[in-house]
């Protein structure tokens, strides 16, 4: 059973275009999140839900919109796709209580492609 | 200032010895975690290790060892009797407990090339 999946794998687009990566992750946990790999591969935090409230959104454009409908689903909406948007899209989650062991689980990642 | 810094853009290691992954890092906060993650040419990023401020003794994981110098400020990845498919991208990350922040912030990451 895959812990934390994200669909599609790749994404190619135009400039423009309104597109949607999802997530899902089943290992029960409270807090997901949305990371940016650019192509120098640097990993930057995007957003952060915990328990499907907004914790975290680190000054991404407002074309950026996430949307947790549940504890389990982190979906990311980016509207008029910019090139300079490509990079890979990972999302996480890990479990925040005392006790737990804190590492994030990360999604393979979304491959953006903005042509 | 950077929270988190890897020095070694890319280091090279006989297959079966020991290599060593630098990073140190900024903080603060007396509560905080460090992390260390492994992404292979296929893109994953895979959990290798943890160390807490706050743990006396250095973390290990099987080959994964983490030599923890808290003074220094520093993390080092030891992996030990390398293997080919240890080749892949290091990321030191840190989290930092205070304010409830949830975010890793990670290194630059090192590409470490396995020879055989």
Same mark, same amino acid.
């Given at each position: 059973?895959?812990?934390?999946?994200?669909?599609?794998?790749?994404?190619?687009?135009?400039?423009?275009?309104?597109?949607?990566?999802? *997530? $899902?992750?089943?290992?029960?946990?409270?807090?997901?999140?949305?990371?940016?790999?650019?192509?120098?591969?640097?990993?930057?935090?995007?957003?952060? =839900?915990?328990?499907?409230?907004?914790?975290?959104?680190?000054?991404?454009? +407002?074309?950026?919109?996430?949307?947790?409908?549940?504890?389990?689903?982190? +979906?990311?909406?980016?509207?008029?796709?910019?090139?300079?948007? /490509?990079?890979? =899209?990972? *999302?996480?989650?890990?479990?925040?209580?005392?006790?737990?062991?804190?590492?994030?689980?990360?999604?393979?990642?979304?491959?953006?492609?903005?042509? | 200032?950077?929270?988190?810094?890897?020095?070694?853009?890319?280091?090279?290691?006989?297959?079966?010895?020991?290599?060593?992954?630098?990073?140190?890092?900024?903080?603060?906060?007396?509560?905080?975690?460090?992390?260390?993650?492994?992404?292979?040419?296929?893109? $994953?990023?895979?959990?290798?290790?943890?160390?807490?401020?706050?743990?006396?003794? +250095?973390?290990?994981?099987?080959? =994964?060892?983490?030599?923890?110098?808290?003074?220094?400020? /520093?993390?080092?990845?030891?992996?030990?009797?390398?293997?080919?498919?240890?080749?892949?991208?290091?990321? *030191?990350?840190?989290? $930092?407990?205070?304010?409830?922040?949830?975010?890793?912030?990670?290194?630059?990451?090192?590409?470490?090339?396995? +020879?055989?």
């Amino acid at each position: 059973d895959t812990a934390v999946s994200q669909t599609p794998k790749y994404l190619v687009t135009q400039m423009g275009n309104d597109k949607s990566i999802k *997530c $899902e992750q089943n290992l029960g946990h409270d807090t997901m999140y949305w990371y940016k790999q650019d192509s120098k591969k640097f990993l930057k935090i995007m957003f952060s =839900y915990n328990n499907k409230e907004l914790i975290i959104n680190e000054t991404v454009p +407002n074309r950026f919109s996430p949307k947790s409908p549940d504890k389990a689903h982190l +979906n990311l909406h980016i509207n008029s796709l910019e090139l300079g948007d /490509s990079a890979v =899209y990972f *999302c996480a989650s890990s479990q925040d209580r005392s006790g737990s062991s804190y590492e994030q689980y990360f999604g393979p990642g979304t491959r953006l492609t903005v042509t | 200032a950077q929270k988190i810094t890897q020095t070694q853009p890319g280091m090279f290691v006989q297959e079966k010895e020991a290599v060593t992954l630098d990073c140190t890092y900024d903080t603060s906060d007396p509560s905080y975690g460090l992390f260390w993650y492994k992404q292979p040419s296929s893109g $994953e990023m895979i959990f290798l290790i943890y160390q807490g401020s706050y743990d006396q003794q +250095n973390a290990t994981e099987g080959r =994964y060892s983490l030599n923890f110098q808290k003074a220094r400020k /520093s993390a080092n990845l030891v992996i030990s009797a390398s293997q080919l498919g240890d080749s892949a991208m290091y990321f *030191c990350a840190m989290r $930092e407990w205070g304010g409830s922040n949830y975010k890793l912030t990670f290194g630059k990451g090192t590409l470490l090339t396995v +020879n055989p």
